[in-house]
């Protein structure tokens, strides 16, 4: 059997749960209530109403009742249909008609000529249905049985009483059944355990048992990881290049003055800014730990983690910016760094850290000589020469 949501079910509760007449009532001898609180304590001839933080009914209602509001409690006879929509309901009288009701908590103490149709976190009915059972909650307990057929939906459940007709449940926690249980048509149910049936309870038409487990199994477990993994990597490269696009388009002078590194100077001045790189990289985080020893180097080390953070992190994205200017350069002939050839870099570098040890060589060497051009860029800049001017922007 299909397993229906609780929003599947509240559309379902909602598209059924109108009384027939609803709109053809004789609006003559109907009644209307709104208000913070409403007693109702004279009769209605017609359909009545109601709508406020706390109704309280205790007058018989010879039509349709319709109510909503925070707690609706119905000690009267209804003679028609009855519609609740509150967060505490609670009908202690007899109704000759349908019943339909969602809330949180509720709770039916009197017979039910017609239909039950229930939506709420628990659904407690120690009356008895005439009509045909429907029920969604979190925890069911039908104490007195039902002359119709039965469906519950939900987590805990409990039976008791006479049952006349068919009982279907799908549960997600467990079904119990009281002892003295008759149930003259088929139990039919889906759980993750077999249900408690004590020897005392009788169900003549046979039990019908699916087992059904809410836990994946281990191919669901890795289908499962490996969707989180692959749109975790997703949601990774996709900020990489949007933050490698803005930076190559806001200051693209920056990464045009870290390409022209590979291009103007010589191997060895390469080799000694990927050390320079390398060596921040690598020493820092010592020469943190170091200061994080004493109390007077505890601001010094912040200061310090800051800047090395904000360091590696532009190392990182310029990288990828690196590789999508060398491509501009060499492909396109083009020296000015535009938004796309950051993102076509990172993109490029991206994958290529996902290639397992060359990979993580190749994104280890990219990042320190980005890092190490970064410093230089940056002294630089703080601290000019008179013949050397430096432009970031």
Sequence with gaps: MNRISFISLLIILVSTSLPSNVFAADTSTASFSAARSILTESPSPGNSYAAGFSVVVTAPIFGDFSAAGGSITTAAPVDGDVLLLAGSLSSRAPIDGDLRAAGGSISIEKSIGGDLVALGLSVYDSGRARGSVFIAALNTVLANGASGPVTIYGNNISLAGDFGGDVTIVAAGRLALAPNTKIHGTLSYEAPETAIIPASASI?????????????????????????????????????????????GLFPRLAEVITERIYTVRARSILL??????????????????????????????????????????????????????????????????????????????????????????????????????????????FPREDQTIELV
Excluded: C, Q
Excluded at 285 to 311: C, D, E, R
Excluded at 315 to 323: D, E, F, Q, R, V
């Design 204 to 248: 003549l038409g046979g039990v019908e048992y699916k087992n059904i487990s809410y836990l994946p199994d281990a191919g669901t477990s890795r289908a499962l990881a490996f969707m989180s993994v692959g749109f975790f990597l997703f949601v990774r490269i996709l900020g990489a290049l949007i933050l490698a696009g803005l930076l190559a």
């Design 273 to 382: 800014t990927t050390l320079l790189g390398f060596a921040v990289l690598v020493a820092t985080p010592i020469l943190l730990s170091l200061l994080v020893l004493t109390f007077v180097g505890i601001g010094v080390a912040l200061l310090i983690f800051i800047a090395y953070a904000l360091i590696v992190f532009l190392s990182l994205l310029y990288a990828g910016i690196l590789i999508g200017s060398i491509l501009a350069r060499r492909y396109m002939r083009r020296t000015i760094v535009l938004w796309h050839d950051g993102v076509i870099g990172m993109l490029i570098f991206s994958l290529i850290a996902l290639v397992p040890f060359v990979g993580l060589v190749i994104m280890l060497l990219l990042t320190a000589f980005s890092a190490g051009a970064l410093l230089i860029v940056f002294f630089n800049f703080a």
